[in-house]
Nanobody, 124 residues
Framework: VQLVESGGGLVQAGGSLRLSCAIS????????MGWYRQAPGKQRELVAQ???????KYAGFVEGRFTISRDNAKKTIYLQMYSLKPEDTGVYYC???????????????????WGQGTLVTVSS
């Protein structure tokens, strides 16, 4: 499984961006797919996540400004971001967790896959 992000860039505070994550390859079963971010000097943190088929989870700092979605036909995950703030600046990573096959599921041995990241810079 390979993940390739796109859509990052420089935007003014209050602006919007849409990140995309193109997924190649396949998994026997996907547990979660989502977006993390890492600001300079800080740890990587969860932004938004799709759990199994359609349940979603957002970090508290999202405050209704971001929406995660998926297009199964295009094998792409999106993160629509509105009302961006300077503190949203960071590298945004696409992430998928899942089982490669039935045996892996039996053994409760999921794999994590990460993209290379896309930089989002929000100027004040």
């Amino acid at each position: 499984v390979q993940l390739v992000e796109s859509g990052g860039g420089l935007v003014q505070a209050g602006g919007s961006l849409r990140l995309s994550c193109a997924i190649s390859g396949s998994l026997y079963k996907v547990n979660t797919m989502g977006w993390y971010r890492q600001a300079p000097g800080k740890q990587r943190e969860l932004v938004a996540q799709i759990i199994r088929e359609d349940s979603t989870k957002y970090a508290g700092f999202v405050e209704g400004r971001f929406t995660i979605s998926r297009d199964n036909a295009k094998k792409t995950i999106y993160l629509q971001m509105y009302s961006l703030k300077p503190e949203d600046t960071g590298v945004y990573y696409c992430h998928v967790n899942g089982f490669t096959d039935f045996n892996a599921e039996l053994l409760a041995n999921p794999q994590d896959y990460w993209g290379q990241g896309t930089l989002v810079t929000v100027s004040s």
